[in-house]
């Protein structure tokens, strides 16, 4: 909601700009598809961007825990024990 607001206020601030240098209604209007366009190429970038990081994030945690596994077993079933444990199941059920 924040993002569409800001993208609102940014596309309507230009639109005044450009209106109150006494252009003409087409360079108005150009101003303003440039800025809407602007904005959402912006917006989609970022979220690429976002979407693409946590991606490598949890790729990177996946093969970390993969190696972990392999080298020791017995440390990683106590590791995932406890955190049932600390989410409130049962010792035995969690093992």
Known sequence: MLGANDGIISTASLIVGVAAAAAT?????VAGVA???AGAMSMAAGEYV???????????????ERKELNENPAFELDELTEIYVHRGVDKALAR
Not at 25 to 29: D, I, P, T, Y
């Open 25 to 29: 209604q087409n360079a108005v209007l």
């Open 35 to 37: 800025g809407l366009v």
């Open 50 to 64: 976002s979407v693409s990081s946590q991606s490598d994030t949890e790729r990177a945690d996946l093969a970390r």
